[in-house]
């Protein structure tokens, strides 16, 4: 059908129709998945199109049946992290938000690996459940490398960095504390990880401080902030650092 024919609210309006579904099977899941493509896909489509399918993202997981065992989170992760580098600033920070809160409505699903579905492993895209022996034992470690690889891709974007970092904010700030206080140290030792990635600069050290500080150490009782709050002091070391060193 011609792009006119799209209304900026109808991929919403599929996600909020799910709500009343009791859970959609993947045949359902499928169908939403190609027409969601299709939309924001569509040559012309505009930034309020874009917007409104990335919107949708987190209402299809909520409402959606078996996604650990299904490639419905890993395809709408991919799409999401793909438009983190847009072109307008209005659709990579609502993109942000809606990674960051599909991957909290995913944590709201009983966690059940593929490999206890199904003895043929499922490739993905990030490369979060292809070896075995890596294979995810909890929703939290299943999720964080959607955040993770892109953010330390060599070719990573300077916006793309920036996206991630906001959805990660926002995916901590969707997990109640006791929640954030049982995953505190596993999400601090992967963000801190990736200050290590060669060639690491000054712009990706500020954006792991804002997920630790906004996002890990703002949602924390005082006495767990001593752990984030030890990165971010080495940051700034660094970035001090890095500044008396630029020519």
Not at 11 to 23: F, I, N, T, V, W
Not at 34 to 56: D, F, P, S, W, Y
Not at 72 to 98: C, E, G, H, I, N
Not at 110 to 139: C, D, L, Q, W
Request: proline share 7%; with cysteine.
């Amino acid at each position: 059908p011609p792009h006119t024919a799209h209304s900026p609210l109808t991929p919403l309006d599929a996600g909020y129709a799910l709500a009343g579904s009791g859970g959609a099977p993947l045949p359902v899941q499928q169908e939403i998945l190609k027409n969601l493509k299709h939309v924001i896909g569509e040559r012309g489509a505009t930034a309020e199109i874009r917007i409104a399918c990335v919107q949708a993202m987190p209402h299809i997981i909520r409402h959606s049946e078996n996604i650990w065992q299904t490639d419905t989170l890993d395809q709408l992760a991919t799409l999401a992290v793909k438009y983190l580098d847009d072109p307008l600033p209005s659709v990579r920070a609502a993109t942000a938000l809606s990674l960051g809160s599909l991957l909290g409505a995913a944590l709201e699903k009983p966690f059940r690996s593929k490999s206890s579905a199904s003895s043929t492993p499922t490739k993905s895209k990030f490369g979060a459940m292809t070896k075995k022996k890596a294979e995810p034992t909890s929703g939290i470690e299943a999720a964080v490398p959607y955040l993770i690889t892109p953010f330390c891709r060599a070719s990573a974007t300077r916006e793309l960095r920036t996206g991630v970092a906001r959805a990660a904010v926002q995916l901590l700030r969707c997990m109640t504390r006791p929640e954030l206080e049982r995953h505190s140290e596993f999400m601090l030792v992967q963000f801190t990880s990736v200050l290590s990635v060669q060639g690491a600069g000054r712009q990706l050290h500020d954006c792991v401080t804002h997920v630790l500080r906004a996002g890990l150490g703002h949602n924390l009782a005082e006495r767990g902030q001593v752990g984030p709050a030890m990165p971010i002091l080495g940051s700034r070391t660094r970035n001090a650092h890095i500044r008396k060193s630029d020519p």
